[in-house]
């Protein structure tokens, strides 16, 4: 069977041969073994299925890209383009390496697969049925495994401003840092609040309720009601579990 790519004249930015060189590659080897990987992974798609992107645009797409907070931090790869203004993101940097996060324009920013293979699963999966792949999302995004990692890299963010990024880590949390989930339960960015109240009200724990209950006293409303909603959901774990 003749590749699609094979019929490109090697001109067209969507031929594997036009491709920018290694400097547009993620600077570890690691994050070069990531996104090879999925480079293999993909080659069997053909005629742009969901609209994702060649080797050649993946690469020139990413440095059209380079200015976005979370592209940097996360050494984001645009895995599609659909015209939307959302895109598929493979991380090729710490602490969510090798996950592939939605980059959303006006909803939820957050890892919503753990891998490259994954992603490529979903697509596939979502051709077959005839629906999109953001319908394919789960509702709670993979736990990073470095946890480690993650925390470390969400305080350094806080202590250089960048909560715009971190609301998009919270879902990848764990919830055991308490002394960290607390911190973003009381910082005056409502967002931040917000986040950590959204993802206990998911993955409710009744070690987790004086968070929640931070989340319900804070001074925004956004994040008053989502605390709330927060503590209500750790109740209905059963009134034995939660100590009065």
Excluded at 112 to 138: M, N
Aim: aromatic share 6%; proline share 6%; with cysteine.
């Amino acid at each position: 069977m003749t590749d699609f790519f094979d019929s490109l004249p090697k001109g067209d930015p969507r031929h594997p041969a036009t491709v920018p060189d290694e400097t547009a590659w993620p600077a570890s080897e690691e994050g070069r073994a990531v996104l090879r990987d999925y480079f293999d992974a993909s080659a069997s798609f053909h005629e742009d299925v969901f609209h994702l992107l060649s080797r050649s645009a993946v690469l020139e797409q990413s440095e059209r890209f380079a200015y976005h907070p979370l592209v940097q931090h996360l050494g984001g790869y645009i895995l599609d383009d659909a015209d939307t203004s959302d895109h598929h993101v493979l991380a090729t940097g710490s602490p969510l390496i090798g996950n592939v996060v939605f980059l959303s324009h006006d909803g939820e920013t957050r890892a919503v697969f753990e891998s490259g293979a994954a992603f490529l699963a979903a697509v596939r999966e979502a051709h077959d049925k005839g629906i999109e792949v953001t319908d394919l999302h789960p509702d709670q995004s993979p736990i990073a495994k470095d946890q480690g990692a993650l925390s470390a890299f969400v305080r350094s963010l806080l202590a250089s401003a960048r909560g715009d990024v971190v609301v998009s880590l919270v879902p990848s949390l764990n919830l055991e840092d308490i002394g960290l989930l607390q911190r973003l339960a009381e910082d005056e960015d409502f967002f931040l609040g917000e986040a950590v109240a959204n993802v206990i009200e998911k993955r409710p724990a009744v070690a987790l309720l004086p968070v929640a209950e931070l989340c319900a006293a804070h001074i925004h409303p956004q994040v008053t009601r989502a605390g709330h909603r927060a503590v209500k959901r750790i109740h209905l774990l059963g009134s034995s579990a939660v100590p009065r």
